[in-house]
């Protein structure tokens, strides 16, 4: 079955420090992922796609197909980099499933 | 431009009544997508359309939600005989145009069932 686990439901580091959400997948086809990141007070906003290559915000996710991983890195936090932070697979081109979150605060 | 925006914001409503939620999509987004998010959840698959047709309905969780998008733009979602289980942030997202596109999120319906 399709799945998207985010064994870190709470992750606190502080200003400056270096920065990792894990994020580990189940599925047997090519696999999409996403990060989304949602700000307080704020809507559910893409951060980035792995098929993108892309650095967001100073964050970069490489998808690792034989860890079935998707982790999120940056090396450098920020304090407004707190917020939460969810990893999602896009499976059979329509379904698009979301792992449970992981709160990130970052400290002064 | 204006994003994607949802109505109500807030619903509380009594066991066994029915609800609509309205999702205005981003003007000219073909794709429109519902999801569910319970407490302390990711969001939760439940539709997607494809202009006006239900491209993928499999995440319904039952026979008692339905959703319509009769002209292509605004989507409705519906709930009959509301269960206190179906308490939960309704959320409505579009896209240009395939599923493998950014999706860009409303706010969210917060719904209560008493």
């Known amino acids: 079955a399709q799945r998207v686990t985010q064994p870190e439901k709470l992750l606190s580091v502080f200003k400056g420090a270096p920065v990792e959400l894990k994020c580990n997948y189940s599925y047997s086809g090519s696999p999409e992922l996403f990060w989304y990141v949602q700000y307080s007070r704020q809507r559910l906003q893409l951060l980035l796609r792995?098929?993108s290559r892309e650095s967001i915000k100073g964050f970069t996710a490489d998808l690792n197909k034989g860890e079935t991983s998707f982790h999120l890195k940056k090396p450098f936090a920020q304090e407004e980099d707190s917020a939460m932070y969810y990893c999602?697979?896009?499976?059979?081109?329509?379904?698009?499933?979301f792992g449970a979150g992981t709160r990130l605060t970052v400290k002064p | 431009g204006a994003g994607v925006s949802q109505t109500p914001s807030n619903k509380v409503t009594e066991k066994g009544k029915y609800v609509e939620l309205r999702c205005d999509p981003i003007?000219?987004?073909?794709?429109l997508y519902w999801y569910r998010q319970s407490l302390g959840q990711g969001p939760e698959f439940l539709i997607y359309?494809?202009?006006?047709?239900?491209?993928?309905d499999s995440g319904l969780p039952n026979d008692r939600f339905f959703a319509v998008r009769p002209e292509g733009s605004v989507s409705t979602l519906k709930i009959q005989r509301t269960e206190r289980g179906d308490s939960a942030v309704y959320l409505c997202a579009s896209s240009p145009g395939g599923a493998g596109e950014t999706q860009y999120f409303g706010p969210g319906t917060r719904l209560l069932v008493l």
């Open positions: 359309f494809q202009g006006t047709g239900a491209a993928d």
């Open positions: 792995h098929i």
């Open positions: 003007s000219g987004h073909t794709a």
């Open positions: 999602a697979l896009l499976y059979n081109n329509n379904d698009m499933r």
